[in-house]
């Protein structure tokens, strides 16, 4: 394949109601040759023209370092504030282009990359590119390398349920819930009991190493990877537990954000039963174990039933879509409150809480349009580690 050394990248983004259905376009381009390499168009969903042009540019960017990471690029853009935001000049106020400004800085750092204003009239092609990503409403990439459109998924809707089959008319607004199991501790290790209100532990050494990877997975989503079609996460919450906030500040050391604490995410209650081995607890409680296998009312001595567990557990959920409605929030947790999550995800019954497997440090991930609809993107996954 050429090497392309010196590369143009033009950029735009438009916004029908600003904020309303917004899209961006990127055009990657050989500055030796003036030949079209690559075009991008991205549906965004309901943002405004600002954070559709640092969407454009993102992609841009993206584009052609996947031709050349060492190549030197000019950027050619007709909005003068990402161009004099970028080129130091100007200072970003605004909180939502502050995380796209710093995103688009760590993209450059180490780069050769001169910003270039330029008239409307001179940046049609990414305009056009724009365009028809709203029109569309959906994302298309075509490369003069294979001269063939593609796209990292098919039948992906960034905005809306992807299936046909899901009911229309949802109007609420579109989060995307990353679920991310803790590390290991000694407990997890020694396969004990470990919910909340007994012991206490940290991550152990294994813990902490699995909780690195699964960071360094998070933050390639929405950047590169199985998961760069999604929006990255903007937004960190994690359960009050310690082995979660261990995880929790890993992931934010990793993608440059603070973490929240939700209290209603934190881990069933075992109540008695915690610290115990699954053969222990057999024994010493022989009839409530069996009553309790498959049961949504009865709870471990002193510990939580299913019932007054989902309870909390999807008031924490609804509380975090109302917080961060329109993002991205990866969600550090625990088994059962990410099988609450996907029961919800599922709409499926009390068996929602055994059939899924959650390794420590898997990624699920989930988008929500409130409590209308939703959409299970993964389960589980844990290639990463």
């Known amino acids: 394949m050429k090497k392309h050394q010196n590369l143009i990248i033009e950029a735009d983004g438009g916004s029908r109601g600003n904020p309303g259905p917004a899209g961006s376009g990127a055009c990657v381009i050989d500055a030796d040759s003036g030949e079209v390499i690559l075009e991008i168009s991205k549906f965004i969903g309901t943002a405004t023209n600002n954070v559709a042009e640092?969407?454009?540019?993102?992609?841009?960017?993206?584009?052609?370092?996947?031709?050349?990471?060492?190549?030197?690029?000019?950027?050619?853009?007709?909005?003068?504030?990402?161009?004099?935001?970028?080129?130091?000049?100007?200072?970003?106020?605004?909180?939502?282009?502050?995380?796209?400004?710093?995103?688009?800085?760590?993209?450059?750092?180490?780069?050769?990359?001169?910003?270039?204003?330029?008239?409307?009239?001179?940046?049609?092609?990414?305009?056009?590119?724009?365009?028809?990503?709203?029109?569309?409403?959906?994302?298309?990439?075509?490369?003069?390398?294979?001269?063939?459109?593609?796209?990292?998924?098919?039948?992906?809707?960034?905005?809306?349920?992807?299936?046909?089959?899901?009911?229309?008319?949802?109007?609420?607004?579109?989060?995307?819930?990353?679920?991310?199991?803790?590390?290991?501790?000694?407990?997890?290790?020694?396969?004990?009991?470990?919910?909340?209100?007994?012991?206490?532990?940290?991550?152990?050494?294994?813990?902490?190493?699995?909780?690195?990877?699964?960071?360094?997975?998070?933050?390639?989503?929405?950047?590169?990877?199985?998961?760069?079609?999604?929006q990255p996460v903007s937004a960190i919450v994690s359960s009050p537990i310690q082995r979660t906030l261990d995880t929790a500040h890993i992931l934010a050391n990793e993608v440059g954000l603070g973490v929240s604490v939700n209290q209603d995410i934190a881990e069933i209650s075992f109540g008695d039963w915690d610290g115990h081995t699954n053969t222990e607890v057999i024994s010493k409680w022989p009839e409530l174990f069996l009553e309790w296998q498959g049961s949504w009312t009865v709870s471990p001595p002193n510990g939580e039933s299913l019932e007054i567990f989902d309870s909390r557990v999807q008031r924490g959920r609804r509380s975090i879509l109302e917080e961060y409605s329109g993002q991205t929030v990866a969600v550090v947790s625990h088994v059962m409150p990410i099988r609450g999550f996907i029961r919800a995800g599922m709409d499926a019954g009390t068996a929602g809480y055994w059939r899924p497997q959650i390794a420590p440090c898997s990624i699920s991930i989930i988008r929500f349009w409130g409590d209308e609809a939703a959409e299970v993107i993964t389960l589980n996954a844990t290639a990463h580690l």
């Open 54 to 230: 640092y969407f454009a540019l993102v992609s841009g960017l993206e584009g052609a370092y996947e031709l050349n990471p060492e190549a030197r690029i000019l950027v050619r853009m007709d909005s003068k504030l990402v161009i004099e935001q970028m080129a130091g000049r100007w200072k970003i106020k605004h909180p939502d282009m502050q995380i796209l400004g710093a995103r688009v800085q760590k993209l450059v750092t180490g780069k050769q990359i001169r910003w270039q204003w330029i008239p409307r009239e001179e940046n049609s092609r990414a305009d056009a590119l724009a365009n028809k990503a709203m029109d569309e409403k959906g994302d298309a990439v075509v490369s003069s390398v294979d001269s063939s459109p593609r796209s990292p998924v098919v039948e992906f809707n960034q905005s809306m349920p992807s299936s046909v089959r899901a009911p229309g008319g949802v109007t609420d607004q579109l989060t995307t819930v990353v679920l991310i199991r803790h590390g290991r501790t000694h407990l997890t290790e020694s396969k004990r009991i470990s919910g909340s209100g007994g012991e206490n532990p940290g991550l152990s050494e294994l813990g902490r190493g699995d909780a690195h990877k699964v960071a360094k997975a998070v933050a390639e989503i929405g950047n590169s990877g199985p998961w760069a079609h999604l």
